[in-house]
């Protein structure tokens, strides 16, 4: 857990020998909202759009007792529910030693006060062609003005504000967050050091993003980055059986976008994709940023 600024001031300014332990901060109680300790939330609107964003901000627990130190950054989007998963996968998976590089976590919020849904289908998608489910009106197709935003706005106020690597940054999505992160790959491979790509919805707009992927990345001179792919099991086209999502194979599309990716030769690129067994698109996630943070962020030497 982090420690309040004026704990840290003041025990900082003893001997270490003399310090008193910092009281670990507490819930609230008596029927308040449960919070998630040691975390900071920042409104980060995005200038071109007038939309307006927040950032949620982790940091690791070594950050307040090491001042010099640097740190890599993960940036999750669909932040309501990935933002939590993450921060607790970190932790867990460093508790019987180091197997993950520490690192600043940063969530990446639905437009503030938007319905999630609308949200992420505006900001994640490539084309205005939304999916055939999508209600009256609904907007599709802004995922570039969305990456503008990401590389202009929240990149630079997070490297400003924090001790961040920007050699060092993980971008991590799931579903239409995976099919952003695959077209930022494949647009400006730069923006991240790292890949995770979970379930990516290459099906959208009659698999769009796939048939633009030959002629995108033979734009490219390079991919130097970490991508690890994954898919659930279950979110193949199967018969008699119930799972989400059986109506799209996007085991196959995962496994020809990892082909395409290969084909290409990428010198930098360190490419790794999984099929995780007996998930489908609402189990796989938690697994897939655990086999993620370990193929992009992780400690030398450390078992996996």
Request: include cysteine; charge should be negative; glycine fraction near 10%.
């Amino acid at each position: 857990m982090l420690v309040p600024a004026a704990m840290l001031s003041a025990c900082s300014a003893a001997p270490a020998s003399d310090a008193a332990p910092a009281a670990a901060p507490v819930q609230r109680g008596e029927g308040q909202a449960y919070e998630l300790l040691g975390t900071q939330v920042f409104d980060v609107p995005d200038p071109a759009s007038g939309i307006a964003y927040q950032v949620f901000v982790s940091l690791p627990p070594s950050y307040a007792a090491e001042p010099e130190r640097r740190y890599p950054v993960v940036y999750v989007t669909d932040a309501d529910y990935g933002f939590p998963m993450l921060r607790a996968i970190g932790r867990r998976m460093n508790g019987e030693g180091p197997r993950i590089a520490e690192f600043i976590l940063v969530g990446l919020s639905y437009g503030k006060g938007e319905d999630p849904m609308a949200s992420r289908r505006r900001d994640y998608t490539p084309t205005g062609k939304g999916a055939s489910g999508a209600p009256a009106g609904a907007v599709h197709g802004q995922s570039l003005r969305y990456r503008d935003y990401l590389r202009e706005a929240v990149l630079p106020f997070v490297e400003a504000r924090f001790r961040a690597m920007p050699e060092r940054r993980v971008y991590v999505g799931h579903s239409y967050g995976g099919l952003l992160g695959a077209q930022i790959l494949m647009t400006q491979p730069d923006m991240f050091s790292g890949y995770v790509l979970g379930s990516p919805s290459f099906w959208f707009d009659r698999k769009y993003l796939l048939r633009e992927a030959p002629a995108l990345l033979g734009k490219l001179q390079a991919i130097d980055a970490d991508v690890y792919m994954y898919v659930g099991e279950f979110e193949a086209q199967r018969i008699g059986d119930n799972r989400y999502q059986q109506e799209v194979d996007m085991v196959a599309d995962n496994a020809a976008f990892a082909a395409l990716l290969q084909d290409h030769g990428f010198a930098g690129l360190r490419l790794q994709s999984d099929v995780l067994a007996d998930e489908d698109h609402l189990s796989v996630a938690p697994r897939g940023f655990t086999r993620g943070l370990l193929h992009t962020l992780a400690v030398p030497d450390s078992v996996d």
